[in-house]
């Protein structure tokens, strides 16, 4: 069985270095970005499985790159995204609608452990 390819957009390198490490020990092949421009660049180029992506970062933050992947053909329409963020408000969440997100995780309100749960639940229940 060929490996799950994920893309982990973290703009906290300690985060960032951590989930990466906990999703390659169940497996997962992980790219990695440290913003939105260059997470465009990888996920365009790679076409990973699975996309985790941070909100707030700049100056592309994770919803605007998620709105372009979306915007950018088939594969980006099918794409599973995840979103991290440490904001919980409406406004957020009327931006995330158009953008079909599997999950939108608030980083105080969730584990690492849990992120990586999510992620194997995904995979486990995707239908390809």
Not at 9 to 38: C, I, M, Q, W, Y
Not at 67 to 76: A, C, L, N
Not at 111 to 124: A, C, M, P, Q
Request: charged share 30%.
């Amino acid at each position: 069985m060929v490996n799950k390819k994920l893309l982990l957009v973290e703009d906290s390198e300690p985060l960032r270095n951590v989930l990466a490490e906990k999703l390659a020990d169940e497996h997962f092949d992980v790219l990695t970005a440290g913003g939105g421009e260059e997470g465009i660049k990888i996920a365009q180029e790679q076409k990973p499985d699975i996309i985790i992506t941070d909100i707030v970062m700049f100056p592309v933050d994770g919803l605007e790159m998620a709105k372009r992947i979306r915007e950018s053909g088939e594969w980006g329409e099918k794409v599973r995204i995840i979103a991290l963020t440490n904001q919980n408000s409406s406004e957020e969440e009327k931006r995330l609608a158009s953008l079909r997100l599997d999950a939108y995780l608030v980083k105080a309100e969730t584990s690492l452990d849990g992120v990586v749960s999510l992620v194997k639940n995904i995979f486990t229940h995707k239908n390809a």
